[in-house]
Structures are given as C-alpha cells and as structure tokens.
Antibody
Framework: QLQLQESGPGLVKPSETLSLTCTVS??????????WGWIRQPPGKGLEWIGS???????YYNPSLKSRVTISVDTSKNQFSLKLSSVTAADTAVYYC???????????????????WGQGTLVTVSS | QTVVTQEPSFSVSPGGTVTLTCGLS?????????PSWYQQTPGQAPRTLIY???TRSSGVPDRFSGSILGNKAALTITGAQADDESDYYC??????????FGGGTKLTVL
C-alpha cells in the first residue's frame, strides 16, 4: 500500500515561489502504473487539480495554472515536487499529493483515478 | 476549458436514498471519462469511493454505487447513514495524467 507525505514551508510571502515535496513510500515512483499528482483546496472551497507527472518526467498541468506551475520528479529519492511561482493570497490552500493509478480498461483504453492521498499540508500566503 | 458540474448541496434522511450527479457544462459524461468519486470529511484527505464509473474501491460499503444516468455520472447512496454526511467530488479522466474535478456536493444527513 502506497503512502504519500507532503512537506515544505507552511508560510510563503506574496510574489514568491511555493515549493512542496511529496515523498512516496510502500512502492516505487518509477512504476509504470502511476502518474503522481498535486491537488489543492482553498479554505472552505473545493478540490482543484494542479498537475501530474509520470516517472519519465512527462508533465500535465491545469491550464488555469500552467504558466506558474512546475512539477518535477526525483526517482532516486522516490519524491516528486511542486513549484508555484508568483503566489498571491488566492494560492492559500491545503495542498495534497496523490497517486493517479493508470490502467487499461477491458477495451484496452487508458483510464485513471486517484487511489492514494497524502494527508495534505496547509500553505498560507502572507507577508 | 472543461467545467464539471455537481449539485452544491443535497440533503437526505437517515435510511433514505440519494443520487448525486456529475455533468459537463458542454456535452455528456460517458463511461469514456472513467468517472471516479471521492468522499471528504472536514479536515481529512479525500477517500476514494468509486472508480471507472461503477467499481467500488476496496473497503467501500455496497450502499455506495456509481452509474451513468442520462448524460451524467451518478453516485447513489442507499440507506444513508449519519457518517455519510460529507463532501463528495467527482473526477473525470481526460487522458494521460490529466483530470478535472467537479465543484463538489455537500451532503447533509438529517
């Protein structure tokens, strides 16, 4: 069973870059069965997908955040990371990392869903 | 940009049945989007309930079921219990590592 744990600063100043790392245990981040994703949730609001990465380094970003987001993977440490630049108060949120299980359905078509989640970490943007 | 729609809120009586839906602002939700459903209680990480439209995740009670109803994905809770009071999110798979979340439905059991 996979376990994911977010880490990083809980407070970031406006206009600076938010940086978080997700450490994966109980399995290899180099598994071909997974994408690795970041999701956030502003206080009192819904979940928002930020982006995902494959162990090969292929990335997929939410179009609304794409210009500010970079997701990277470090297979040697079994970790993947999020950088969000030029943050404002609107980026204050609980940030979750999650594993997106990638599989093929009975017709041989690709599919995916989030099967494991980290506990989440609150990042506040404030001076 | 793809917008996934869910009812903002819903209420159900204990023991009752409720169906939450997940639609698209433009177009229909089909099994080709492999809709999945997640339950979230305050202060907790989401929990996976349903994937690939109607497959229950490990340990999920069979009172939770998924389907396609008309042009939407649906999550039905049969025999609602007090601890089903949560937020429910649907997610549509868009290919490769891309997904879209719905806005979530706050379910009240009273």
């Amino acid at each position: 069973q996979l376990q994911l744990q977010e880490s990083g600063p809980g407070l970031v100043k406006p206009s600076e870059t938010l940086s978080l790392t997700c450490t994966v245990s109980g399995g290899s981040i180099s598994s071909s069965s997974y994408y690795w994703g970041w999701i956030r949730q502003p206080p009192g609001k819904g979940l928002e997908w930020i982006g995902s990465i494959y162990y090969s380094g292929s990335t997929y970003y939410n179009p609304s955040l794409k210009s500010r987001v970079t997701i990277s993977v470090d297979t040697s440490k079994n970790q993947f990371s999020l950088k969000l630049s030029s943050v404002t108060a609107a980026d204050t949120a609980v940030y979750y990392c999650a594993s997106l299980l990638y599989y093929y359905d009975s017709s041989g078509l690709p599919a995916g869903y989030f099967d494991y989640w980290g506990q989440g970490t609150l990042v506040t943007v404030s001076s | 940009q793809t917008v996934v729609t869910q009812e903002p809120s819903f209420s159900v009586s204990p023991g009752g049945t409720v169906t939450l839906t997940c639609g698209l602002s433009s177009g229909s939700v089909s099994t080709s989007y492999y809709p999945s459903w997640y339950q979230q209680t305050p202060g907790q990480a989401p929990r996976t309930l349903i994937y690939s439209t109607n497959t229950r995740s490990s340990g999920v009670p069979d009172r939770f079921s998924g389907s396609i109803l008309g042009n939407k994905a649906a999550l039905t809770i049969t025999g609602a219990q007090a601890d089903d009071e949560s937020d429910y999110y649907c997610v549509l798979y868009m290919g490769s590592g891309s997904v879209v979340f719905g806005g979530g439905t706050k379910l009240t059991v009273l």
